[in-house]
């Protein structure tokens, strides 16, 4: 028990300094691969009968796309902005949803979603990441 305490205080603090490090598009980055690791935990919760620990995690997933949702420049970003918008709203509703009647296949669905997501924000090239920071 107290190694596992250990660990865990280990990895907070590693995950403080990430941020207090990143820039704005790690920053992201790491909220794509924040929401997809706690909604696959969620669902391994799910599977466990842990309903208070899946819902532990469906909340912090919501909350993070709620992140996402607040982070977007509606100015700058336009119609795909707008876009953005209207599918992290969809998935926090399947999210909730999914809490709602311990369902796995929402669960998948904002993962499946998230994932292409993720992975373009990953293979934008550094020259265009500079261009966009300032």
Known sequence: MYAAKRLEQYRKIDLESQVEEADGHRL????FDGAVERIQ???????????????????????????????????????????LDLLYGYMQKKLLEAHAKNQAQGLEEVVA??????????????????????
């Not at 992201?28 to 909220?31: A, D, H």
């Not at 997501?117 to 261009?131: D, K, N, S, V």
């Open 28 to 31: 992201v980055q790491m909220l």
């Open 41 to 83: 935990a969620a669902r391994t919760a799910l599977e466990a009968g842990n309903l208070a620990r899946k819902g532990e995690l469906i909340g912090k997933a919501v909350a993070i796309l709620g992140g996402l949702r607040e982070s977007l420049d509606f100015k700058a970003g336009g119609e795909l902005a707008e876009n």
């Open 113 to 134: 979603l998230l994932r292409p997501l993720a992975e373009a924000w990953r293979g934008i090239p550094e020259a265009m990441r500079q261009e966009a920071i300032g």
